[in-house]
């Protein structure tokens, strides 16, 4: 396989965006990746679209090749991805490919949902639309519901508390503050969730033991990245941020078929060949970017991923190591709680954040020197889970 | 590039499946493929799946993950790829990469499509999902609609008849007729179709110029291919066909916007690129299945592909040069006309066709000594074409 570079990202503010299209958001998107690999009028050979539900929550299909007319790079082949929220993940392993195998050069992969087109509930039961038809979804499981039992089940097992699950909201929205992308722009202390008289207004339970501010945000956004070959990136002047481990890896579609269900197998073979095809070790991350639809994920993500042993993470995360400018800061951009989680777009923004700190391009949230950086997009409740290692070699 | 060899193929038979869920039939087709293939317990590295709308047509989405849980085969990764109606030639192209790149070994590629899980027009307005929103689909522009407009031109251009139409149609349920995965099983003639006084009972107007029988039906149905590097195939003891060519390319989203709107620019691209990459030429070419979701796309691909020259390929077909026999039979299987087209199993099939065509097991519809093999996978009207040349080495 021969290296692949990103040479160039590309975001959108995370946010409700009534006025554009989900086809406006991935053109927007798209174009700032190709403008900042310096891209000017290279042909792109092919373009992947990661993106989850468009036929439920647009009533719109093949919107790859749609996004292939609107930014004019016909006839670039056109290819949508999807895996539920690990859609943009999946989109990026994809394009990777392409250009590994060097059967295209270039290639923009955009990922994007618009999910704030359906009214209230209705995007609940689109995103439960990935559970099991038979086994979960007829009984009225939403992704909520499996979170607010697996945060049970984590808790009881591990001595994580609620004050260690606050403690990750109220982080990551801090660092949210400091991403202009962000879709949640909102100081929240542990005070106000946990202990204040209006705390049970301020968080009410959404599925206990979540409360409101245990959950990402619905959010409309698009994300991308443009890959391409050391040698390209080199004559497009860019700086050289290489994919240097890709793993995947699936578990049983229902909770309630894995031995233990607080075991994210997925998570741990997802990571465990990403650092194994990189040769970088969880000890030699500078920033990740984990999957905190729900806070538990973080901490449980954090242990799997190989950053910390079973029953550490929240214990790390209360030492404040997991802060930026802590040993192993984890969610700077804010994450999908305060960065918002359109979930074709996820997997995709979480490596251009990376990108972006792996160039010391991350202004307030910037962790300094970092050059090795890990990415995590967990789709279903952990059923298919695809991990990035990436290395900077400026 | 590694070489990527197809060693197992497996179908299951397009018809109407009210019993059978859609990952039911793709898990029965996948199965098929793996025992094909003689795969024993070796593990699959990654398994995609080709499928255009299983959230529109069946309420669930990553049905990819769903189908990993299903065959047993975690923790392989999983990824679907909708692309319209080219979805299932898609998912082989992608799968085609993840081996050709050397990141995997062994890769499932499964197509299918649940569409008679709605009701009546229902059906038709799904499909109708990958028009353009704003330029087409508000207008109530269907799929039929815009095959009428073309055909109506293509008509006028190059001289093709009612008669012509009708010929892809009474050549294609022929060839049906010999394919037992073929949805219709019903002989129909010239006469009947057009001079027959119940002709306009028979084979009413849908969207004139088209009659119903110019159309291919509403299908449930699912198709696998198996795919690896040619030492496995080997030890497989499998006989060898070879993905000897990938070719895809995009045209603008609407009809409207090509200056020449029978020209179908993305067609002759994406053939282009697959002969060249194969250094397999035309004329070489002993079996080719074509997308004839419409009647006049199997004389229109069949020109565009560079069979045949611009107006030649309705004469071509009078003249017989295309049945099973012919100079060039397209479509042995009966095609999309009598196969069926369940969406996204359609681009996978046609591959599943021409393996058995290569490997002398079409049984009554064979086409002797068929070595070179050709499909085109037609997505949107146009807007999304990919095509594979095989090759038998046996």
Same mark, same amino acid.
Request: charged share 20%.
């Given at each position: 396989?021969?290296?692949?570079?990103?040479?160039?990202?590309?975001?959108?503010?995370?946010?409700?965006?009534d006025?554009?299209s989900?086809?406006?958001?991935?053109?927007?998107?798209?174009?700032?990746?190709?403008?900042?690999?310096?891209?000017?009028?290279?042909?792109?050979?092919?373009?992947?679209?990661?993106?989850?539900?468009?036929?439920?929550?647009?009533?719109?299909?093949?919107?790859?090749?749609?996004?292939?007319?609107?930014?004019?790079?016909? /006839?670039?082949?056109?290819?949508?991805?999807?895996?539920?929220?690990?859609?943009?993940?999946?989109?990026?392993?994809?394009?990777f490919?392409?250009?590994?195998?060097?059967?295209?050069?270039?290639?923009?992969?955009?990922?994007?949902?618009?999910?704030?087109?359906v009214?209230?509930?209705?995007?609940?039961?689109?995103?439960?639309?990935?559970?099991?038809?038979?086994?979960?979804?007829?009984?009225?499981?939403?992704?909520?519901?499996?979170?607010?039992m697996?945060?049970?089940?984590?808790?009881?097992?591990?001595g994580?508390?609620?004050?260690?699950?606050?403690?990750?909201?109220?982080?990551?929205?801090?660092?949210?503050?400091?991403?202009?992308?962000?879709?949640?722009?909102?100081?929240?202390?542990?005070?106000?969730?946990?202990?204040?008289?209006?705390?049970?207004?301020?968080?009410?339970?959404?599925?206990?033991?979540?409360?409101?501010?245990?959950?990402?945000?619905?959010?409309?956004?698009a994300?991308?990245?443009?890959?391409?070959?050391?040698?390209?990136?080199?004559?497009?002047?860019? /700086?050289?941020?290489?994919?240097?481990?890709?793993?995947?890896?699936?578990?049983?579609h229902?909770?309630?078929?894995?031995?233990?269900?607080?075991?994210?197998?997925?998570?741990?073979?997802?990571?465990?060949?990403?650092?194994?095809?990189?040769?970088?070790?969880?000890?030699?991350?500078?920033?990740?970017?984990?999957?905190?639809?729900?806070?538990?994920?973080?901490?449980?993500?954090?242990?799997?991923?190989?950053?910390?042993?079973?029953?550490?993470?929240?214990?790390?995360?209360?030492?404040?190591?997991?802060?930026?400018?802590?040993?192993?800061?984890?969610?700077?951009?804010?994450?999908?709680?305060?960065?918002?989680?359109?979930?074709?777009?996820?997997?995709?923004?979480?490596?251009?954040?990376?990108?972006?700190?792996l160039?010391?391009?991350?202004?307030?949230?910037?962790?300094?020197?970092?050059?090795?950086?890990?990415?995590?997009?967990?789709?279903?409740?952990?059923?298919?889970?695809?991990?990035?290692?990436?290395?900077?070699?400026?």
């Open positions: 396989m021969r290296p692949v570079v990103i040479a160039g990202v590309g975001m959108i503010p995370f946010e409700r965006r006025e554009d989900l086809v406006d958001m991935l053109a927007m998107a798209g174009l700032k990746a190709m403008d900042d690999a310096n891209l000017g009028d290279r042909p792109v050979d092919a373009v992947y679209v990661g993106n989850m539900a468009s036929g439920l929550f647009n009533h719109q299909v093949s919107v790859a090749s749609a996004l292939v007319d609107r930014l004019n790079l016909m /006839p670039a082949a056109a290819d949508r991805i999807e895996n539920g929220p690990a859609s943009g993940g999946s989109a990026v392993k994809n394009g490919l392409a250009v590994a195998s060097g059967y295209c050069d270039i290639v923009l992969v955009v990922g994007g949902e618009k999910m704030r087109e009214i209230g509930p209705k995007a609940t039961d689109i995103v439960a639309c990935m559970t099991h038809p038979n086994a979960e979804y007829i009984y009225g499981v939403t992704l909520p519901a499996l979170a607010g697996f945060t049970r089940l984590y808790m009881e097992k591990y994580v508390t609620r004050e260690h699950l606050t403690m990750v909201a109220v982080k990551n929205q801090e660092n949210g503050l400091l991403n202009p992308y962000a879709h949640i722009q909102m100081k929240i202390t542990m005070e106000g969730v946990l202990t204040h008289p209006q705390a049970h207004v301020n968080s009410p339970v959404v599925a206990d033991p979540i409360h409101l501010y245990d959950c990402c945000p619905v959010s409309d956004g994300a991308a990245v443009l890959l391409t070959t050391e040698d390209i990136a080199n004559e497009l002047k860019r /700086p050289i941020v290489t994919i240097a481990g890709v793993g995947q890896a699936t578990d049983t229902t909770l309630q078929e894995r031995s233990d269900p607080t075991d994210l197998k997925a998570v741990t073979i997802a990571s465990q060949k990403a650092f194994s095809m990189s040769g970088i070790k969880p000890k030699d991350i500078d920033v990740a970017e984990l999957h905190d639809a729900f806070t538990i994920l973080e901490i449980a993500e954090s242990e799997h991923a190989g950053f910390f042993s079973k029953g550490q993470g929240a214990k790390a995360l209360a030492a404040g190591e997991t802060q930026i400018g802590g040993k192993l800061p984890i969610n700077p951009s804010g994450g999908l709680k305060a960065r918002g989680h359109p979930v074709g777009a996820t997997g995709v923004a979480q490596v251009v954040e990376l990108v972006w700190q160039r010391g391009e991350a202004g307030k949230r910037q962790v300094k020197g970092a050059v090795n950086g890990f990415s995590l997009n967990f789709g279903g409740f952990g059923n298919n889970v695809i991990a990035f290692v990436l290395r900077s070699k400026s």
